[in-house]
């Protein structure tokens, strides 16, 4: 099963980025979908995760107020807008599929990973 992943690239400090991630209705609907990153030598952490309706959203510390997530169930797709990027946000960016007790923070709460797309924050 394949997410694509897409939208990264090289932004300046306190620039901004759109993530996006289109999964197989199959995999999208009626499912959470998170955001992970993991940065060079660090393990991947949580970034933000959205209930199936999209009504409901939750976010790690590090980026919370910086970083939107959304989805649009009709196009099978989530997004991650992202503002006031650091250096420190510098990450390969995944999304996935999770479940489970919400909020699904947990990476063994998600079971089908996209291919990730590389973020860049540098002057």
């Known amino acids: 099963v394949q997410l694509q992943a897409s939208g990264g690239g090289l932004v300046q400090p306190g620039g901004s980025l759109r993530l996006s991630c289109r999964a197989p209705?199959?995999?999208?609907?009626?499912?959470?979908m998170g955001w992970f990153r993991q940065a060079p030598g660090k393990e991947r952490e949580f970034v933000a995760t959205?209930?199936?309706?999209?009504?409901?959203?939750y976010y790690a510390d590090s980026v919370k107020g910086r970083f939107t997530i959304s989805r649009d169930n009709a196009k099978n797709t989530v997004y991650l807008q992202m503002n006031s990027l650091k250096p420190e946000d510098t990450a390969v960016y995944y999304c996935?599929?999770?479940?489970?007790?919400?909020?699904?923070?947990?990476?063994?709460?998600?079971?089908?990973w996209g291919q990730g797309t590389l973020v860049t924050v540098s002057s």
């Open positions: 209705r199959m995999v999208f609907r009626r499912n959470v």
């Open positions: 959205i209930s199936w309706s999209g009504g409901s959203t």
């Open positions: 996935a599929r999770g479940g489970g007790i919400w909020p699904a923070r947990q990476l063994n709460q998600y079971h089908y």
